[in-house]
Structures are given as C-alpha cells and as structure tokens.
C-alpha cells in the first residue's frame, strides 16, 4: 500500500511538474519518433529492387535486409521495457535514438549486403528501444482524462507512419538513391533525439520504479527469444529455394523449440520477460491473434507489392510509390470511421470486418496481376487500406481493454511483440512462397536462372537479343507468384474472422444461458 501511494504522488508530481502544453509539445516529439520508425520499414521496401541491382542480392538477402529490422524489433521491445524502469524511460528512449543514428551511418556507406542487414538490424534495435517508451511515458505526462487522447494519437502516428513510408522511399530513391533513405534517419533522428531530449522531463520524474543503474533481465528468456525468433526466420527464408528441404523444416522445427523453451522458462522465472499469463484471457488472446495475422498480411503485402510494381509494370521508384496512394487514402479513412464503426457494431464486429476487408482487397489485388488491370488493383488497394486503417486501432484497444491497469504495460509490450513478430513471419513466408513459386514458373523459361525478378530484368537490359522474352517470362512467373500468395492469404484470414465470429457468438449463447440459470 505504502508502494503504491508513493508511485501515485511521483507520477502526480511529474504531471505537476509540465504544464499542459509542454506535455502536448513533448508528444508531438514523440510521435514524430513513432512516425519515423514504422515509415522505415516501408520506406527500404519501396528501394528493395534498386538495391537487388546495386549490391546484386538475391530474393533471400532481401528479406534478410527488410526481415532483420523487425527481428530485433520483436526481440527487445520486451527487454526496454524492463530497461526503462531500471534506467528511466528517457534514458531507454535516448539509447534508442543513439542506436538508430548509428546504424543510419553504417546503412550510409554500405558496401554490400552484410553491412546492409547489419545497419537495418541495428535500426530495429533502436526502434525497439524508442517505441514501448512512448505508452509508458504519455501514462505520466498526462492525466487520466488526457491519456485516452494522446495514447490515440501516438497509435496514429504508428499506423500512418507505414504507408506515408511509401511514398518517402519512392521520392528519396528518384531524386537521389537508395543510400539517401539511411541520410534521411540520420538527419531526422538526431533532430528526434534534440527534441526528446528538450521536450521530455528528466528520467527521475517520468519513472515510479526503483532507480538503479544495475539492469537485471532474465538473460536465458531473452536468449531463447532471440534464438527462436531467428530460427524460425532463417527457415522460411530458407525455404524459397523450395518449400520442402529438410534444412528450412529443420531450422523451423528448432525456431518452434526453442520458442515452448523460453515460455516455459518465463512462466517459472520469478522475473519474467512478459507476462504471458495474460494469454489466458480469451479476448486478449484473440486480439493478438488477430493483430499477428492482420501485420503478417500487411507487411507481406508491403514487401512482395512494390517489386511488382517496380519491375514487372515497369515503373520507377517513384511512380511505384504512387500507385500505393489509393491505399494510404484509405488507410487513412479507416482510422477515421474506426470509432464509428465500433460504436455500432462493436470492437469485436470492427475487428472481423477489417480482416474480410483485407481478406477482398488481397483477392482483387491478386486478380489485378492477370491482365495487369489498375482499376481492379486500385479498388483491391482501397479495400485493402479501409480495413488497415480500421483494424491496427481498433484490435489494440480490444485487447488492452480486457486486462486490469495493473496489467496495462505488460498488454502493451505483448501487443506490440506480437505486431512486430506478424511483420517478421509475413516478410519471411509470404516473401519465400512468392519467391520459391515465382522460381518454378521461370522453370524451362528465359527468365530461368536469376534469383529475384529484379536480376532478371537487368540481364533483359544488357541482352537485347532476349530482353522482351526474359521480361515477360519473369513478369508472368511473379504474377503467378503472387496470384497464389494472395489468395491463400486471403483464404487464412477469412478463416480467422469465421473463427473468432463463431466462438464469439458461442460465448455469448454461453453467457445467456448463465444469465437465465441464475
């Protein structure tokens, strides 16, 4: 009790201590953090075939490249959390900053694809810092009454940052190249960090824990994460060459493992990594289901898309960007209609409506790639963006709302996990799918050979001979790639939405028969 009191009057003080408008000032630092981080992981997409080009890599090190990013992400976000209550959250969120800055240095004046994946994986390492801080450090610059506002408005800041991303990128790599994209998060994270530094109240008044610079983390959870994690990446990558070798299986097998391994191990530390027990709620549980499925589609889409739109229609960076405009547009609007929506038909009915609509923007984006037909890839797009927009806000408050205060930042960090591992399974299995499929159809072929689409239209480029016929074969087989992709896609999660729309409704026939026996 005595605990609790004092952590009460710190965070009354913090409050005390800002005024209202240098709290909504040190916000608007904060989401423009927020903003940068989920920007980058489309914004490299976006120059993924220039780069194939310039450092000739191949469809795996791509992934790699775009895939390592969201690997680290997924495997500290958990561990900042602890972090920021030993060291203090704008310590944590600094060492962020610092982190991105450096690895923006590295990515400058990358030589090959090593020193590529490695600044991409040290810019994962940053936001994994810089993001989990930002919930935490809003809940005590703000009153109760304020925090709904500014926690929402931290959330748009994250799910706007991946679309406008796009088009960052297709304007970066036209007017410069794919080395401006590492400038720009130079640039824009040093002044981040300026404006954190100034905008934020010290770490003694935004942290309620004890203070110690001594960080104990249950190493061994930590270890088996990251393991885990990487295995099951290095699987699916792996398993573009074809969908059945033993390695890519076994390195899954060895991912699943170690992964039952650090869930036992964190349900018996006496200091947890995350708190897992509240996977035991059911709401909660189909939230992040969802929220898993919903960013393996949308990273998935984001990596696979403009490739196609690059290299089989045959558009620059930019004009790539631009054909995902319908979808930023509505990306938007489903972020605006959201609150609308859940109001009338729930969180739960806003949940499975923004999976159908993923589910049928997937399905016309896929039948756009027969015939190369924009109107239908447009309209695939919009649907596609509606039900982007609706559902990242709407399954974050889902699951938050079943869980006790107490339990609010441990729901957070799973929620956010759970995000960054969708991001990571879709990037490697949607991509390695695409990527072994689009390799049988080049089977027999003049596109036979080349490792990625990209490669194959810069050999059309230097063989005049065969170049229409090495295009149209590269273009054909990753059309037919992606159809596939899509529509299996498409089909897993409309089995998900008739999933949790049965066992809503027998929970709630459940609930009736209770409330009548009683």
Same mark, same amino acid.
């Given at each position: ?147 709904m506002r500014a926690l929402t408005l931290g959330a748009i800041a994250m799910t ?18 794919? %080395?401006?994209? @590492?400038?720009?998060? #130079?640039? /824009?994270?040093? *002044?981040?960090? +300026? $404006?954190? !530094?100034? =905008? ?15 960080? %104990?983390?249950? @190493?061994?959870?930590? #270890?088996? /994460?990251?393991? *885990?994690?990487? +295995? $099951?990446? !290095?699987? =699916? ?35 947890? =990594? ?245």
């Open positions: 009790m005595g605990t609790r009191s004092n952590n009460s009057q710190i965070v009354s003080e913090a409050s005390n201590a800002f005024t209202a408008q240098q709290s909504w000032r040190a916000l608007g630092g904060l989401c423009l953090g927020m903003f940068v981080c989920f920007a980058n992981t489309t914004a490299f997409n976006i120059a993924l075939p220039t780069i194939s080009v310039s450092l000739a890599a191949g469809q795996a090190e791509q992934q790699w490249m775009v895939s390592s990013y969201n690997l680290i992400f997924a495997a500290f976000m958990l561990i900042s959390g602890s972090l920021g209550d030993r060291w203090g959250t704008k310590r944590t969120l600094l060492l962020g900053t610092g982190a991105s800055i450096a690895a923006s240095f590295i990515g400058i004046f990358a030589f090959n694809s090593i020193t590529t994946i490695i600044a991409r994986g040290l810019m994962g390492l940053g936001a994994g810092f810089y993001v989990p801080m930002g919930p935490a450090i809003i809940k005590h610059l703000f009153a109760s009454d304020k925090q706007l940052g991946a679309p406008f991303g796009l088009i960052l990128g297709g304007l970066l790599v036209h007017f410069a190249d794919w %080395r401006s994209i @590492f400038v720009f998060d #130079f640039v /824009a994270f040093i *002044g981040i960090t +300026l $404006l954190n !530094a100034l =905008l934020l109240p010290h770490s003694g008044q935004l942290s309620c824990r004890r203070k110690t610079r001594f960080v %104990r983390l249950p @190493f061994a959870s930590v #270890f088996f /994460a990251l393991v *885990g994690l990487s +295995l $099951l990446s !290095a699987g =699916l990558i792996n398993a573009q060459v074809s969908l059945s070798t033993p390695d890519s299986w076994g390195l899954v097998l060895a991912g699943l493992l170690a992964t039952v391994l650090f869930v036992y191990h964190d349900t018996h530390s006496l200091n947890p =990594l995350a708190e897992l027990d509240l996977l035991r709620t059911p709401s909660f549980l189909a939230s992040l289901v969802a929220l898993f499925a919903l960013n393996l589609a949308i990273a998935g889409i984001l990596f696979v898309l403009p490739t196609y739109a690059e290299t089989a229609l045959e558009n620059n960076a930019l004009l790539g960007a631009i054909m995902f405009m319908p979808m930023v547009g509505a990306a938007i609007a489903g972020s605006v209609i959201v609150k609308h929506l859940a109001d009338r038909v729930g969180k739960r009915g806003a949940c499975i409506g923004s999976l159908i609509c993923i589910a049928l923007g997937l399905v016309g984006m896929a039948l756009s790639t027969i015939g190369a037909s924009y109107p239908v890839l447009i309209a695939g797009q919009c649907v596609c963006g509606l039900g982007m927009g609706m559902g990242l806000p709407v399954m974050q408050s889902w699951g938050i709302e079943h869980v006790s205060e107490q339990q609010a930042g441990g729901a957070a960090a799973l929620i956010s996990t759970f995000q960054q591992i969708g991001c990571l399974v879709g990037i490697s299995a949607l991509g390695s799918l695409v990527g072994s499929l689009y390799v049988t159809a080049c089977r027999g072929s003049a596109a036979e050979g080349f490792a990625s689409i990209a490669l194959a239209f810069e050999a059309a480029n230097q063989d005049a001979t065969h170049a229409q016929a090495i295009r149209d074969a590269a273009s054909g087989a990753y059309a037919h790639a992606i159809l596939i992709t899509f529509c299996i896609t498409a089909s897993a999660l409309l089995l998900l939405a008739a999933c949790i729309a049965l066992v809503s409704r027998a929970k709630r026939e459940e609930d009736h028969v209770r409330s009548r026996a009683s």
